[in-house]
């Protein structure tokens, strides 16, 4: 086995056991109760070191890189793609800060990490490949103003990152607290799936924003978006692995153990062929995530986000139907999984959104 | 929560949704015109009352699976759905099932839960009616009738999926090999029934169940009757009510029985009738399945539309923009597809299946005959003699053709498949087109896509009811292998 494969393996192991230890015991209520930021998970993962994983060393971080946060999150994710979500996309904001961010990012990540708490984002939607849009505008003396969206991995007192616009247009990137004067943060919503990263709405009234919380501004603001729609991208697409897995396994259990016409499931020739599609996407999506990982760009992690998290729902779909009646009931876990797909696909942009940009991106290459 | 529906498609017509009930206005003006009222009054009980409360119900019972909202089901009586396929004679309006699959469309595209609680139901009392005993439409129909006029709901539930055996029993070929648990031994007066069946719509709440077992689970296929249960019946208990993904309005429940004594009058037909009698109720109910899903997949279209021309990005609704004007075309020509589908099922049932005999002279003659005197003793005694059971099968044989029914089943399950197919995939490419709002329990597309998925797995998985294309496609050729 390489050093690289070694050090996979590493993550891998290690994610297992966190995730059968700390997530394994409360992601079913997690699912099940009222919406709220998992505090206990998330600080047991800082222990573990979680959310300075994908630093380099030299910027206090343990060095790894994408293909192995996508293996930490992928493994996660097997248990449950929520969880996996909240340590993913703070660590891909964590990643798209320490790339693009501009001259306060050792300060805006020092004073997140110190405070023990998460990262949450709220990404707008592209219009082009250079532009997004937003409703948040900031004035002269740089005070923001207006509807941000809806924010991802929303905790109490934590850290969101959000975007707006100057009077001549011009992006800003910014991060702000919740609580902070000038930030209204909405109560966490109860959605369809990924229920252990709550969603909020936010918006700002007159929020300051002091040099130290800009992240970048201009044609640099538009970098640090494009670093962190290829971050979450890749995070997202991580999770929809590991949760693919999951549901086939659990679908093939379920096969080998349970008859139907006198001969068990996966006997029968067409439950083999829905099974055995199963199995190709899952390899095929792996295989998509390692090329999206190596890759540092945005087209190929974006692109094939779109090819997995399609794929994951769909097979979430399949693994809950070859279950039949007993997929459908919360006791199997896979409706949370067909769930949990479904949201996956829309972040960190919905997949016909990202197919737009993609042709986008490609046109200008033309030029 | 949308507050209202200001979208075109929600307000057509059923001539505008199907042509060909244009066309066959001309011919059936009577028929075209009794459609058209059930779909105007389940659109507005689906509108005034289970619309704005569909979200609401949906969060109770995710705290509490066994919630359920009698009061918005007492709304709907004056409407009269749970007596809508019951013949007059027994104070019903006598719809078949092309009614009930207009109703569920309309009623689904509100909130396929609630719907499902009046599908549910009708399935439940459908073995009565398709087995054509009368002595339980005098009795227990005509009961859900009354109640139904006096404002309270006596709700049907129908129980034929156990813990091993899903599809199977679902199947006559595969009844043979299926692992059942559930058993009718016949004794002096009646038959002792144990077992459970699980996944039961309705069953926490009917105050009947059709239950399907056979008196002796070595020969299943030879044995399988169906039994009426009532609710408090000693030996009958209600388990686990499930937590589902979807459709949360209407109970899955899980029915016990425990030597639950049931009296011989209490059969539904005869003994050995209820494989015969599952796959004509089958034929029946995969059409208005289809109907359920086609609603689901319209309420998600209507709300996405409505999303769509509020919603701008760039400057520019996302109405106007061109990938979503496609996406809406298509969506828009998949749920047509499958209203043609469903209306093939049913239309196809009601003209050349089982209600064809119930337009036969000896029927209508017992079908006008009043209640009261079908009660009679006398009556009852011979309706129920060997000598009618053999002239209702000689009926069965000699009126309908072969080939209908193998066509009915055909149309029926390809109408479960495509709507409910469709209601998959349109709910989820909602999802999509809307963004990650649309993941939000408010903005109701994320109910509907967990609402959807049932409709794939009910009334035989969507791959059982393709084998039952191929079989009655090809029903010489066809046999049951892996």
Redesign the interface.
């Known amino acids: 086995m390489s050093g690289d494969a070694l050090r996979l393996a590493e993550v891998e192991q290690t994610a297992v056991r966190f995730a059968a230890r700390h997530i394994e015991p409360v992601a079913a209520e997690a699912d099940?109760a009222d919406p709220a930021f998992p505090t206990e998970v998330f600080a047991r993962g800082l222990e573990a070191g979680f959310d300075r994983f994908i630093l380099p060393e030299s910027a206090g971080g343990h060095g790894f890189a994408p293909p192995e946060l996508c293996a930490l999150v992928a493994a996660l994710a097997r248990t449950c793609a929520g969880h996996a979500a909240v340590f993913g996309i703070h660590a891909a904001i964590v990643a798209a800060i320490h790339e693009a961010g501009g001259d306060n990012k050792a300060t805006i990540l020092e004073q997140v990490f110190s405070s023990g708490r998460p990262f949450a984002a709220v990404i707008p939607?592209p219009?082009s490949p250079t532009e997004f849009?937003t409703e948040v505008t900031v004035d002269g003396s740089l005070r923001a103003n207006g509807r941000a969206g809806?924010a991802?991995n929303v905790a109490p007192g934590g850290f969101v990152v959000a975007f707006a616009k100057n009077e001549k247009g011009a992006p800003l990137a910014f991060v702000a607290q919740a609580g902070q004067d000038g930030v209204a943060c909405g109560p966490a919503?109860?959605?369809?799936?990924l229920r252990a990263m709550p969603?909020a709405e936010l918006s700002f009234a007159n929020l300051a924003l002091p040099a130290n919380q800009i992240i970048a501004a201009g044609d640099a603001a538009t970098a640090f978006y494009h670093a962190l729609l290829r971050y979450v991208a890749l995070v997202v697409s991580a999770a929809a692995v590991g949760s693919m897995h999951a549901a086939r396994k659990q679908a093939l259990s379920y096969m080998a153990q349970?008859?139907?016409?006198?001969?068990m499931i996966i006997?029968?020739?067409?439950?083999r062929n829905?099974f055995g599609a199963m199995t190709a996407a899952e390899v095929a999506a792996e295989g998509a995530v390692a090329r999206a990982a190596e890759r540092a760009d945005l087209f190929t992690a974006l692109g094939g986000k779109v090819f997995v998290t399609d794929a994951a729902?769909r097979l979430a779909?399949d693994a809950?139907?070859l279950l039949?009646?007993y997929?459908?009931?919360?006791?199997y876990g896979l409706?949370k999984r067909?769930?949990d797909a479904?949201?996956l696909?829309?972040?960190p942009?919905?997949?016909?959104?990202a197919e737009?940009l993609l042709a986008a991106l490609e046109k200008e290459t033309l030029s | 929560m949308t507050d209202f529906l200001d979208v075109e498609i929600s307000k057509r017509g059923l001539r505008e949704m199907a042509p060909r009930l244009k066309v066959l206005a001309e011919y059936a003006p009577d028929y075209v015109r009794e459609l058209e009222d059930w779909q105007r009054k389940a659109r507005e009980y689906g509108d005034r009352f289970v619309r704005p409360k569909a979200l609401e119900i949906d969060a109770k019972c995710r705290r509490d699976p066994r919630y359920f909202d009698w009061d918005l089901i007492r709304r709907g009586m004056p409407y009269g759905f749970l007596s809508m396929s019951i013949p007059k004679s027994a104070g019903g309006a006598g719809g078949f099932t092309t009614v009930t699959a207009i109703v569920m469309e309309e009623l689904c595209a509100a909130c396929s839960g609630v719907a499902n609680v009046f599908g549910a139901h009708g399935l439940g009392l459908s073995g009565i009616l398709l087995g054509m005993d009368f002595y339980h439409v005098d009795r227990s129909l005509c009961e859900v009738a009354a109640a139904e006029k006096r404002g309270e709901p006596v709700i049907f539930a129908a129980a034929i999926t156990e813990p091993l055996a899903g599809s199977d029993v679902e199947d006559a070929g595969y009844l043979r090999t299926a692992k059942l648990m559930t058993e009718a031994k016949p004794v002096p007066g009646g038959y002792l029934l144990n077992g459970r069946k699980v996944f039961i719509s309705n069953g926490s709440v009917a105050r009947y169940s059709s239950v399907i077992a056979p008196l002796d689970r070595s020969r299943p296929l030879e044995t399988m009757s169906a039994f009426l249960v009532r609710e408090g019946d000693k030996g009958f208990s209600i388990g686990r009510v499930e937590e589902k993904m979807g459709m949360k309005a209407c109970h899955a429940a899980e029915l016990v029985f425990e030597d639950c004594f049931v009296p011989r009058e209490n059969i539904i037909g005869r003994e050995g009738d209820g494989m015969r009698g599952v796959e004509t109720v089958l034929g029946a109910s995969r059409g208005p399945v289809g109907a359920i899903a086609t609603g689901i997949a319209r309420g998600a279209f209507e709300r996405l539309v409505d999303f769509t021309l509020r919603k701008k990005t760039g400057g520019r609704r996302l109405f106007d923009q061109q990938w979503v004007q496609i996406k809406l075309a298509d969506m828009a020509r998949r749920i047509h597809l499958a209203r043609q589908a469903y209306l093939d099922g049913c239309m196809s049932f009601d003209f050349t299946g089982v209600p064809k005999l119930m337009k036969q002279t000896a029927a209508r003659m017992l079908d006008l005959m009043p209640s009261s005197l079908r009660r009679n003793s006398l009556v009852t005694r011979t309706m129920r003699s060997d000598f009618m059971h053999r002239t209702t099968m000689r009926m069965m044989d000699e009126q309908l053709n072969p080939d209908d029914l193998h066509h009915i089943q055909q149309y029926s399950s390809g109408a479960k498949i495509t709507g409910s197919d469709t209601a998959m995939d349109v709910a989820y490419e909602a999802l999509q087109i809307v963004g990650l709002e649309a993941s939000l329990h408010r903005h109701e597309l994320e109910k509907i896509y967990r609402d959807a998925k049932l409709t794939q797995i009910y009334e035989g998985t969507n791959q059982l009811n393709r084998h039952n294309v191929f079989i009655n496609l090809f029903p010489r050729e066809a046999g049951h292998v892996g």
């Open positions: 099940h939607e219009l849009e809806l991802i919503e109860f959605a369809l799936g969603l349970r008859y139907q016409g006198g001969q006997d029968h020739s067409h439950l829905i729902a779909a809950v139907q039949g009646g997929g459908y009931m919360r006791d409706e067909m769930r479904a949201v696909a829309l972040l942009i919905s997949n016909p959104r737009l």
